[in-house]
């Protein structure tokens, strides 16, 4: 069956870095657009970046943009999300997703566990 497993997660202090990863297995990786999205304290779930199956389209949220990075290996079976300039309201539980098609635009139907991220001095 498909699963997701992310890891990298920690704790980091303002202005640090992280980089979070996502194994996947049970389907053709290469052929799935792939999301990160957080579950922050106090708010609901929130898309964070997401990449197209050939890495041409990618697509950063405004609180992400310009601080994180998005890339995957599909031989690898591995998304990952490259996080710098860190502050604390980055600080949630990070989950990758499946997408159902090679778009970015299309609905997610596959879900990690999650990886903890803190951000605090």
């Known amino acids: 069956q498909v699963q997701l497993v992310e890891s990298g997660g920690g704790l980091a202090q303002p202005g640090g870095s992280l980089r979070l990863s996502c194994v996947a297995s049970?389907?053709?990786?290469?052929?799935?657009?792939k999301t990160w999205a957080r579950q922050v304290p106090g708010k609901g779930l929130e898309w964070v970046s997401g990449i197209s199956s050939d890495v041409r389209v990618t697509y950063y949220t405004g609180a992400a943009k310009g601080r994180f990075t998005i890339s995957r290996d599909n031989a690898k079976n591995t998304v990952y999300l490259e996080m710098n300039s860190l502050k604390p309201e980055d600080t949630g539980l990070y989950y990758c997703?499946?997408?159902?098609?090679?778009?970015?635009?299309?609905?997610?139907?596959?879900w990690g566990k999650g990886t903890l991220v803190t951000i605090s001095s």
């Open positions: 997703a499946k997408h159902l098609t090679n778009s970015i635009a299309s609905g997610m139907d596959s």
């Open positions: 049970g389907f053709t990786f290469g052929n799935y657009a």
